[in-house]
């Protein structure tokens, strides 16, 4: 049978929050900003034909994206123990750049951390535990095996349109902690991804002044992490596996770059 029959009547969730200016983001992180270059009437052809078009300004850790495994050092040394000051110039990163990520294509698992309180939201600064992870495994009723990719889902999808909310100036935001990170290690897991700027919990009034989880996932383990999920309407059907396609844009040496997460659901 052909592949693509196994797909009828599947149904495709886009997980990627839409982007545009004055969108919720890291204060870490170049705005982003888009605008019409070229406006219809500009230039016309001779036979009456016209076309718009626009400049993106953008950083690579903007909306829903996939962190590299050279975005983060410690101590002076990124993954596998290579040094950073050896692999970065004006021109990017020689080594793990996220041209070198391998497009997942594979099992997504969604742990529901707020159905697991009751709520739809998780609090701001919430940190998600381990305890937190099996109890949302268990009630979903799945496993977790060696190369899934775990999205966890705190409900912070639905605080989009409030951005001062949703980037933590008001009380921080929920996400795992050091501990649920090498409960995820531990697992195997291939991607982790969520709904926040910084996938991790930031703390009431700290910000981004450390990134435990970061170094645990990307320098210690080799995890890639995705940010700025919109998870919302895969929380809504409730479904915790589906096939996941994962591809950001191969930008040469970046240390990030936006992608647009596919959840497709078998009917």
């Known amino acids: 049978m052909s592949l693509w029959r196994h797909l009828d009547d599947a149904k495709v969730v886009d997980l990627a929050q839409p982007m545009r200016t004055g969108m919720p983001q890291s204060p870490n992180h170049p705005r982003f900003r888009m605008v019409i270059e070229r406006r219809h009437g500009d230039m016309v052809r001779e036979d009456g034909g016209s076309a718009a078009n626009e400049v993106i300004l ?33 021109q990017g990163l020689s080594k793990y750049g996220i041209e070198t990520f391998t497009p997942y294509v594979g099992r997504g698992v969604l742990l529901d951390v707020a159905a697991v309180h009751g709520v739809e939201v998780l609090p ?4 998600v535990t381990p305890d937190d992870l099996e109890a949302a495994r268990r009630r979903a009723g799945v496993d977790i095996h060696p190369g899934d990719a775990v999205l966890v889902g705190t409900g912070w999808s639905r605080q989009w349109d409030r951005p001062s909310l949703f980037v933590g100036d008001e009380g921080g935001v929920p996400g795992p902690g050091p501990d649920a990170a090498r409960w995820l290690v531990d697992h195997g897991v291939a991607v982790a991804g969520g709904e926040t700027i910084a996938f991790e919990r930031i703390a009431p009034g700290r910000g981004h002044a450390t990134l435990p ?42 240390t990030g770059a936006p992608v647009r997460p596919l959840a497709v659901l078998a009917a």
Do not use: K
């Open 213 to 254: 989880v970061h170094r645990i996932l990307l320098v210690e383990a080799g995890v890639h992490i995705v940010e700025t999920m919109r998870l919302t309407e895969l929380l809504d059907l409730g479904r915790p596996e589906f096939l996941l396609v994962l591809n950001p844009l191969p930008v040469v040496g970046a």
């Open 58 to 90: 953008t950083g690579g850790h903007v909306g829903t994206h996939v962190d590299a495994l050279g975005h983060v050092s410690q101590d002076g040394y990124v993954y596998g123990e290579v040094e950073a000051a050896g692999i970065q110039s004006h």
């Open 124 to 127: 701001p600064g919430y940190e």
